[in-house]
């Protein structure tokens, strides 16, 4: 991937784990969240060949456990804290 749309994918991750952290759009950071994990596990497992846990810990479990989570509070409406 180019390096201009890895500092972009970044910073959408930034900005969606803060949304959810602080309970503004919750939701929308969530969904920002699925979207970058279903990403993560399409590269990883097609284009990579890497293994749910990879030798060296480069798996991609913690991708499954973010997707996870990030299921849980949209399915929850972000949860009893949030603001928006």
Same mark, same amino acid.
């Given at each position: 991937m180019s390096p201009s749309i890895t500092v972009v994918i970044g910073v959408i991750?930034? !900005?969606a784990a803060i949304m959810i952290a602080f309970g503004v759009f919750a939701q929308i950071g969530a969904l920002l969240i699925i979207f970058?994990? %279903?990403g993560a596990i399409k590269?990883? %497992?097609? /284009?990579? *060949?890497?293994g749910f846990y990879a030798e060296k810990g480069f798996g991609w479990h913690y /991708?499954? !456990?973010?997707?996870?989570?990030? %299921?849980? !509070? %949209?399915?929850? *409406?972000?949860?009893?804290?949030?603001i928006i």
């Open positions: 991750e930034i !900005i970058t994990m %279903l590269m990883k %497992l097609i /284009d990579w *060949n890497t /991708d499954v !456990i973010f997707l996870a989570a990030a %299921l849980v !509070i %949209l399915a929850t *409406n972000g949860g009893a804290y949030i």
